[in-house]
T-cell receptor
Framework: DSGVTQTPKHLITATGQRVTLRCSPRSGDLSVYWYQQSLDQGLQFLIQYYNGEERAKGNILERFSAQQFPDLHSELNLSSLELGDSALYFC?????????????FGPGTRLTVL | GQQVMQIPQYQHVQEGEDFTTYCNSSTTLSNIQWYKQRPGGHPVFLIQLVKSGEVKKQKRLTFQFGEAKKNSSLHITATQTTDVGTYFCADQTGANNLFFGTGTRLTVIP
């Protein structure tokens, strides 16, 4: 158990819908990262937040957005869902915003778009 | 753009055989991390390599960083069924983001 929690574990929805994925980082960690894992694209970095502020953006679509709240939990919002958005979404956390920090991954949310 | 390729994509070995996965980058890597993801699980951090030519060992696992910091390898000696999973290398950019390699899926046949 990494100490990072994600809800829900599974999500099934229809095209065009909007969903929110939730992540709670390890106690004391200030950075939260979101990753998408799909069969054809592998594991891809989406976005990072540090202490409530956006720090870095990766291959995140404009239909996707995220935020980190004062209690440090984070939410990833996916809207106008398409079939290709079906994937595993992982959240990871680290203590600070340093390139030497280890990232601890949560169990993931499996999103299926029908 | 940055590409981190891993070979092989898949590897089947008999239990007790050795296994090696290679990570190659088109650009110089700042530092390299290795992760293991069990089937149905999430990536779990194994190790970080920072220095050119660095070699680190964890029991039966040996990690190496190339002299030019453009490649890395993970070698497992005498594989066990518990080694099953996908092994990823990941490069950390200056902003602390992980750029994952394509992964090598290891199957160990008992």
């Amino acid at each position: 158990d990494s100490g990072v929690t994600q809800t829900p574990k599974h999500l099934i929805t229809a095209t065009g819908q909007r969903v929110t994925l939730r992540c709670s980082p390890r106690s004391g960690d200030l950075s939260v990262y979101w990753y998408q894992q799909s069969l054809d694209q592998g594991l891809q970095f989406l976005i990072q937040y540090y202490n409530g502020e956006e720090r870095a953006k990766g291959n995140i679509l404009e239909r996707f957005s995220a935020q980190q709240f004062p209690d440090l939990h984070s939410e990833l919002n996916l809207s106008s869902l398409e079939l290709g958005d079906s994937a595993l979404y992982f959240c990871a956390s680290s203590a600070r915003d340093s390139h030497t920090d280890t990232q601890y991954f949560g169990p993931g949310t499996r999103l299926t778009v029908l | 753009g940055q590409q981190v390729m891993q070979i092989p994509q898949y590897q089947h070995v008999q239990e007790g055989e050795d296994f090696t996965t290679y990570c190659n980058s088109s650009t110089t890597l700042s530092n390299i991390q290795w992760y293991k993801q069990r089937p149905g699980g999430h990536p779990v951090f194994l190790i970080q390599l920072v220095k050119s030519g660095e070699v680190k060992k964890q029991k039966r696992l040996t990690f190496q960083f190339g002299e030019a910091k453009k490649n890395s390898s993970l070698h497992i000696t005498a594989t066990q069924t518990t080694d099953v999973g996908t092994y990823f290398c990941a490069d950390q950019t200056g902003a602390n983001n992980l750029f994952f390699g394509t992964g090598t899926r290891l199957t160990v046949i008992p």
